[in-house]
């Protein structure tokens, strides 16, 4: 069974329910106010206007110990996606976990913000959700080139396929 995530953040008035949970202290500037309202728009762009979406952003030891129980893997990993859905058709429900350690780790490697970071992991996840997959190089790299195209039509991107770069103050 997937980890629990409670809703702790949600906009009224909106058909698309993102909550977030943090279980690792918050960076700075928050995440609260900024991750959920982008993940949203973010999920607009690409035709998700209803359903709900989870979001729990972990440690490296939260997230190896989710990677092997889920996924059977060792170690740790930026996202995990659970799909809450019986029908795949049905809107969007989902928990998604983002590891913020990892974030930490590949925002230094990519000179951008951890937030934007974890955006990726957030809209990663998301892209799960509609269906994109990430197993063969060809849509491992379908599935990054959407990301790109998604964070770049906000002004963040792209964030996966960039060199280093100066770190902005997003």
Known sequence: MPPRITPRIQAPRSRLAISLQLDVPDI???????????????????????????????????????HVRFS????????????????????????LVLCLDEARRQAEKRGHPVRVELLLYALHGLLHLLGYD?????????????????????????????????????
Do not use: C, I
């Open 28 to 66: 700075r500037p928050p995440l609260g106010r900024w991750l959920v309202p982008q993940l949203r728009g973010l999920a607009s762009l690409a035709g998700v206007h209803t359903g709900s979406l989870n979001l729990l952003v972990v440690d490296d030891r939260s997230m190896s110990d989710y």
């Open 72 to 95: 059977g893997v060792a170690g740790t990993t930026d996202v995990l996606t659970f799909d809450l859905r019986d029908d795949p058709a049905a809107a969007v429900e989902g928990d």
């Open 134 to 170: 990430d197993h063969s190089p060809r849509q491992r790299s379908e599935m990054h080139k959407a990301e790109d195209r998604l964070l770049a039509h906000v002004g963040l991107g792209p964030v996966y396929h960039t060199p280093k770069r100066r770190a902005s103050r997003v």
